[in-house]
């Protein structure tokens, strides 16, 4: 695969561990967070579509090819979630194919997280860059810019006939978003980009459960800076998503983590993103266990895997045979 892909996912396993886990209860319970109606196991498979352009396909554990679709749901998968960038070199995670690639989720069966990154290509816990044509833009017209995209491209999916349950507004915002108007030093401005992309989405899909995406609930400072920051300019938001990569060994202390930071802001959580190398089969099914079992345990409304249908870095798939590794049993074990 390509050098970009490969990266991508050494850098976020790089980040995401780094940090020992964050004692239980520095943070103070104002309100208990929502209980789960539903818990969903789901994955993000936004590489799909370029992967299909180049030829790439899979089989299901009994060597049968298949739509990856059907064979996620054949793990009790019922989620998928779908990154979208703004104007994309090449035009893969451009709105009209996160649009179709909505519209395949739905015809699935599957409930959509469309996540947002503000961007033309990658932002997350260390990179959070505007799109070029908002690059030198005030904050007043970063504002209405956010405002005429965020409210166009909700449209698009719902032109397509999609309705998304969970709409991500940013990817990893720990440090704000498009730096360096919206950044978290600058908590004002990034409250007000931030809200102005949930009062548009909410104008298109009044039922769409607004998330906020931090990673790394381990790492206590950056996550109190942010919400600190956002919930006292007075920032609108329905729940929280996490990324987290940490061992099975640390995760019962990161949910209850997660679990501590949305009770002080009276949400509900989940985990939007989790990956283990797929070069280490059995330690990351476990992982995949362990997270789901604390999750259940806690309160989660749920997980979602990263690229499970890729055969390198994080993914859970076998690039010579086109086959899911058993790291996917860990989906049916919980």
Known sequence: ?????????????????????????????????????????????????????????????????????????????????????????????????????????????????????FGDTWNSVGVQNPPAAWKNMSYSQMLSAMKSYVHSSMTVIKNAGVTPTWVQIGNEINSGICHPVGSVSNPAQMTGLLNAAHDEVKQVFPNAIVMIHLAQPQKYSSMTTFYSGFSGHGGKWDMNGFSSYGSASLAPSIVANMKSISNAYGKPYMQVEFGGPVSKVSSTEATLKAYLTELRKDGGQGLLYWEPEVGYGNGAWNSSTHEPTAIMNGFTAV
């Open 1 to 117: 695969m390509s050098g970009q892909l490969i990266s991508r996912r050494a850098v976020l396993q790089a980040t995401a561990v780094g940090a020992g886990a964050l004692a239980v209860g520095q943070l103070t319970a104002t309100q208990p967070a929502a209980a789960a109606t539903t818990f969903y196991k789901g994955a993000d498979i936004s590489w799909v579509p370029q992967l299909e352009s180049q030829g790439t396909y899979w089989r299901n554990a009994s060597g049968v090819r298949q739509d990856i679709f059907t064979i996620l749901k054949g793990y009790g998968l019922s989620a998928i979630r779908l990154r979208t960038w703004v104007n994309p070199a090449g035009g893969h995670c451009s709105i009209t194919e996160t649009a179709a690639m909505a519209v395949r989720a739905k015809n699935a069966g599957m409930a959509v997280n469309i996540d947002y990154h």
